[in-house]
């Protein structure tokens, strides 16, 4: 296959799962509200970077990694919205305040 057309295939995968993951979050754009979510936002571009570059990872399983990654996106959130202590633990806020 072309190399710039694989390119091209993976951005978009890369693009429509940034899309999904957003939509499926139910966050509105990829600000990050939270230390979690700025995380997940350089993840996701580390990965889509990492991959559509790379001729040896297949279109499969880049969309197998995504799958991956948007459940684990997910779940964080679930355990987020269920557990106080998970929350606090994982959008830790600064110990101290400069006035």
């Known amino acids: ?11 978009l995968i890369g693009f ?18 939270s230390a979690s979510d700025q995380i997940v936002n350089y993840v996701l571009g580390g990965i889509i970077g990492g991959v559509i570059y790379n001729n040896n990872v297949k279109i499969l399983d880049f969309i ?5 990654w948007c459940i684990l996106v997910l779940a964080l959130k679930w355990v987020k919205k269920h557990n106080v202590k998970a929350k606090q633990l ?3 806020k600064a110990l101290t305040t400069y006035k």
């Open 1 to 11: 296959m072309n190399p710039f057309l694989l390119v091209a295939i993976k951005l």
């Open 16 to 33: 429509f799962a940034m899309v999904i993951i957003i939509n499926l979050s139910g966050k509105g754009n990829l600000a990050p509200s």
């Open 64 to 68: 197998a990694i995504l799958c991956i």
């Open 90 to 92: 994982i959008d830790v």
